[in-house]
């Protein structure tokens, strides 16, 4: 079968957990998975709590414990992005995963630290085989049209509204 590309964007929650959900599914397929976050350096998120006792699961994260200014990134934001999706591209060349993650690499393209250029240079290296999902707001038009799936994440309502602070195992 070949592999897809997969695109979980939008203002709505649940492009991140939509493609934890996944991983897991394809984990209980005996398939291996690269889960690589963009943008984020928090140990506190439940994935990297418990990624090392999921067999054949890898996860590593690319960004700092902050937030990233859109209106003015840092340089450091932008070294890391890069070298995520440097990280990215030797995953898909080594071939040693089934499903390939980038979470949050379309916000990273949508604060401009990597261009949707470089990030479609990326997907034409993709061993035609294996799987991989891109998450996050912001997805560039050329992404979306790239892309063999694409679900769009709408927010109706949101518990942050009615003053709900974020909760463990749900936001993070």
Same mark, same amino acid.
């Given at each position: ?5 997969l695109v979980y ?20 397929h005996g398939r291996?998975?690269?889960?690589l ?36 990134? /840092?340089?450091?934001? $932008? @070294?890391m992005?890069?070298?995520? !999706?440097?990280?990215? %591209?030797?995953w898909?060349?080594?071939? *040693? ?5 980038? /979470?949050e690499i379309? $916000? @990273?393209?949508?604060?401009?630290? !990597?261009?949707?250029? %470089?990030?479609l240079e990326?997907?034409t *290296? ?6 991989l999902?891109l ?7 050329a992404?979306?049209?790239?892309a063999?799936t694409v679900t ?8 942050y ?9 749900m936001?993070?």
């Amino acid at each position: 079968m070949p592999g897809l590309v997969l695109v979980y964007t939008g203002n709505g929650k649940g492009k991140t957990t939509a493609a934890l959900g996944l991983s897991l599914r394809a984990l209980g397929h005996g398939r291996r998975v690269g889960f690589l976050q963009f943008m984020k350096g928090s140990q506190d998120y439940g994935e990297v709590k418990i990624a090392a006792a999921l067999p054949g699961f890898v996860l590593e994260q690319t960004g700092r414990d902050s937030f990233v200014n859109p209106e003015d990134p /840092d340089a450091v934001d $932008v @070294a890391m992005a890069k070298e995520g !999706l440097r990280r990215g %591209e030797e995953w898909l060349s080594e071939e *040693k995963f089934d499903l390939v993650v980038f /979470d949050e690499i379309l $916000v @990273a393209a949508g604060f401009g630290l !990597l261009s949707a250029a %470089e990030i479609l240079e990326v997907l034409t *290296k993709r061993p035609p085989e294996t799987d991989l999902v891109l998450t996050g707001r912001y997805a560039p038009k050329a992404i979306i049209e790239a892309a063999d799936t694409v679900t769009m994440m709408e927010e109706i309502r949101h518990a942050y509204q009615r003053g709900v602070t974020a909760k463990a195992g749900m936001e993070f």
